[in-house]
């Protein structure tokens, strides 16, 4: 079992950047691939980018490609979303999942683990 939880979340204005973490714990992330979620208010959750197991490839929502970036250190147990040039549309609630297996997909049904998520908010 493994337990995710999301930080680094929070309120900034257009244009600012934030860094989201997530902490893994339970078991090693270093054969899961990780991804990154996010759902805003009175919409379904939607996918925003995912990482492979060793690093080595990442995909990204065409929303988000450019402006955010997705990275691991399989050695402190974490994934990271490095977050930039933030639109009030960017605001949601951002939720950390893991999957065993190779491949960084897109589709949120098959991620096993998720984390309670962690609120970022972007004013204009």
């Known amino acids: 079992q493994v337990q995710l939880v999301e930080s680094g979340g929070g309120l900034v204005q257009a244009g600012g950047s934030l860094r989201l973490s997530c902490a893994a714990s339970?078991?090693?992330?270093?054969?899961?691939?990780m991804g990154w979620f996010r759902q805003a208010p009175g919409k379904e959750r939607d996918f925003v980018a995912a990482i492979s197991w060793t690093g080595g490839s990442a995909n990204y929502a065409d929303s988000v490609k450019g402006r955010f970036t997705i990275a691991r250190d399989n050695a402190e147990n974490a994934v990271y979303l490095q977050m930039s040039s933030l639109k009030p549309e960017d605001t949601a609630v951002y939720y950390c999942?893991?999957?065993?297996?190779?491949?960084?997909?897109?589709?949120?049904?098959?991620?096993?683990?998720w984390g309670q998520g962690t609120q970022v908010t972007v004013s204009s």
């Open positions: 339970g078991r090693t992330l270093s054969s899961y691939t």
């Open positions: 999942a893991g999957r065993g297996g190779a491949r960084a997909t897109t589709r949120q049904g098959e991620y096993d683990y």
